[in-house]
């Protein structure tokens, strides 16, 4: 997945898996939507998110407002590029999607 603009590749989207842990269900909805809205939701405090490194990093940013440092807990790995990230996966159970696939052109 790549960004374009004017058909110049800008930079490639990586897929990242977002974990958290929190201690007050208040904190743990916000950061559930907030990551619901840049991710798909994989399972429990687990989200795939399709993102290119500045959107990871506008993503955590945002993430640390809500968390509690003394309490609370999050987890991003990054799993490399988004292209061909399903072939790294191996996933049991009932799966959900990962998100999808997007070109954006500015």
């Given at each position: 997945?790549?960004?374009?603009?004017?058909?110049?590749?800008?930079?490639?989207?990586?897929?990242?898996?977002?974990?958290?842990a929190?201690?007050?269900?208040?904190?743990?909805?916000?950061?559930?939507?907030?990551?619901?809205?840049?991710?798909?939701?994989?399972?429990?405090?687990?989200?795939?998110?399709?993102?290119?490194?500045?959107?990871?990093?506008?993503?955590?940013?945002?993430?640390?407002?809500?968390?509690?440092?003394?309490?609370?807990?999050?987890?991003?790995?990054?799993?490399?590029?988004?292209?061909?990230?399903?072939?790294?996966?191996?996933?049991?159970?009932?799966?959900?999607?990962l998100?999808?696939?997007?070109?954006?052109?500015?």
């Open positions: 997945v790549q960004l374009v603009r004017a058909g110049l590749t800008i930079m490639e989207a990586r897929l990242y898996l977002n974990t958290s929190l201690a007050h269900r208040r904190r743990w909805r916000r950061v559930f939507r907030a990551l619901d809205k840049r991710g798909a939701w994989q399972q429990l405090s687990a989200f795939a998110c399709r993102l290119t490194p500045t959107a990871c990093a506008d993503l955590e940013r945002d993430l640390l407002t809500l968390l509690d440092a003394d309490h609370d807990r999050l987890m991003i790995v990054d799993l490399g590029a988004g292209s061909d990230a399903e072939a790294r996966l191996r996933r049991h159970g009932m799966v959900e999607s998100p999808a696939a997007r070109v954006k052109i500015f």
